[in-house]
């Protein structure tokens, strides 16, 4: 049990609340999760600890973030006022200001404490998050974080430790993150690694669930248990992290973590895919490739497709890969590139699958874009392609999100084999999946025939493409 004096002797935790706090009052930890179920007291933790931190430390400066503010005030600010109910704290003490959502102590112990209520969601207005980019907090809070983006909890990680921190000894700063579980950048940082033991000493994870939480009525257990879908079920009552997500998905959180840390096979052929845009929204995505392993993973965006071109060349020269080992996303604007930059392949989606390059049977893809992306999902499944490209964390989590992406379409038994539309992909990330693309492309080589007799020089020498039978080595696929 914490041993400081607390703002009322009515505080009661649970025993997971209590192992908590420990890790909220220590001089190690940093980011604590808790919670990963449903009923284990998150929110009340959240709430309980920041009240106490108010009056303890009187004139600092915290935060609550949510994805959505709405949701926030239905639901976290909720819980706030019962909380402070709880501890008889004078409604005279505090005050929420709803134009710039914050709750401010106006007078008692905790008089010029402070709580923003922070909007945590993705605006394509503010990419970056700079709404947080002047802001200085003490320490704060994350609700249901496996809703919000690591770019938020990244940014925000630079913003704590800088309100009074120094004058009250609160070293180090902490966030506390509450969630179900999820998979995606909670369960790579914090839930895997600490499941494996291997989990950093400033990170702290404590899993609360409906049972850890004596308050939690008998009818509250009956209600998760009678939840129909099986994946919500476990994950709210079980608290299951290792969940399928989707019977359609084509690869396991697990495979897709495994990416980075496989081992394939040295190749000294080398192969560049590239993701194309413009000035628009999507990323222009480089990748290049040491046989199976991604060396390199360049990102740019909203630049020319002149620059665009000139990047291809220099990459083509510095990295001595061959025209006849880079392709590039043809559809849109990607065209252009392809049609200046002759040797290279253009990768059109919608064209027809090809055939087996060993057995030359054509299985029933709906297309191109379909077959290859099947191909990787096999290739990772299988753990044969690796990634050693030093890629930042928000790079290396868009490209994580990317290829849980993967699904296969439902469709009929005899229907051909489809993945789900860009469009698809697009309305579940809120954005192109353009690591995901980057990826895929590099599969189509795999179908080539006869790729071994590709010049590893430019350009391309028509010599030995007549003689492996290629027709169309100017941007074509290289097929009849």
């Known amino acids: 049990m914490i041993q400081e004096k607390l703002i009322t002797p009515t505080i009661k935790p649970t025993y997971k609340q209590d192992l908590a706090y420990e890790y909220l009052h220590d001089n190690i930890t940093k980011f604590l999760l808790f919670g990963g179920g449903a009923g284990g007291g998150k929110s009340w933790l959240g709430c309980e600890w920041l009240l106490m931190n108010c009056y303890r430390y009187p004139g600092t400066k915290w935060f609550i973030g949510r994805k959505e503010l709405t949701r926030l005030m239905a639901t976290s600010y909720i819980t706030w006022t019962k909380v402070c109910s709880y501890h008889k704290i004078p409604a005279s003490d505090w005050r929420l200001n709803g134009k710039y959502n914050y709750i401010e102590f106006i007078r ?90 291997m989990l950093p000493k400033e990170y702290a994870f404590v899993q609360s669930l409906y049972r850890d939480n004596p308050h939690n009525t008998k009818e509250y257990g009956e209600q998760l ?70 060396y390199d993973l360049v990102v740019k965006e909203k630049q020319s497709l002149t620059v665009t071109e000139a990047d291809i060349k220099d990459i ?62 096999d290739k990772i499944r299988n753990h044969e392609i ?27 038994s005899d229907a051909p084999l489809q993945i789900i539309s860009k469009d698809k992909m697009k309305e579940s990330l809120g954005r192109s999946p353009d690591y995901g693309d980057s990826l895929m492309m590099r599969m189509y080589f795999l179908l080539l025939q006869k790729e071994d007799l590709y010049p590893s020089y430019n350009p391309p020498n028509m010599e030995v493409l007549a003689k492996a039978g290629i027709k169309e080595p100017y941007g074509g696929i290289g097929w009849d």
């Not at 496989?262 to 413009?278: F, G, H």
């Open 108 to 197: 008692g112990d905790a008089k010029g404490s402070r709580i923003d209520l922070l909007d945590c969601s993705d605006k394509p207005s503010d990419p970056n998050f700079e709404r947080f980019g002047s802001s200085e907090y003490t320490g704060g809070w994350l609700e249901e974080a496996g809703e919000i983006s690591f770019k938020c909890f990244d940014i925000l990680k630079v913003r704590i430790g800088r309100h009074l921190n120094d004058k009250y000894g609160l070293t180090p700063a902490k966030i506390l993150l509450t969630c179900n579980p999820t998979q995606n950048w909670l369960y790579r940082i914090f839930y895997k690694p600490n499941k494996a033991g």
């Open 225 to 294: 248990q009678g939840i129909t879908d099986s994946v919500t079920r476990d994950r709210l009552r079980e608290g299951l992290w290792e969940y399928s997500a989707d019977n359609l998905n084509l690869i396991s959180i697990d495979d897709i973590l495994d990416i980075f840390v496989n081992t394939v096979p040295a190749s000294d052929k080398r192969y560049l895919s590239a993701d194309i845009a413009r000035f628009g929204g999507d990323k222009i995505i480089y990748t290049k490739w040491q046989g199976m392993n991604v």
């Open 386 to 412: 690796v990634i050693t490209a030093p890629l930042t964390e928000i790079d290396r989590e868009k490209l994580i999100n990317d290829l849980q992406q993967i699904k296969r379409e439902d469709t009929a």
């Open 316 to 377: 083509s020269l510095k990295d001595s890969i061959s025209y006849g080992r880079i392709v590039i996303d043809e559809d849109g604007v990607g065209g252009g590139v392809v049609d200046h930059l002759r040797g290279v392949h253009g990768f059109m989606g919608g064209r027809s699958a090809l055939p087996d390059p060993i057995s030359q049977f054509r299985r029933n893809y709906l297309n191109l874009r379909s077959q290859c992306y099947f191909i990787l999902a």
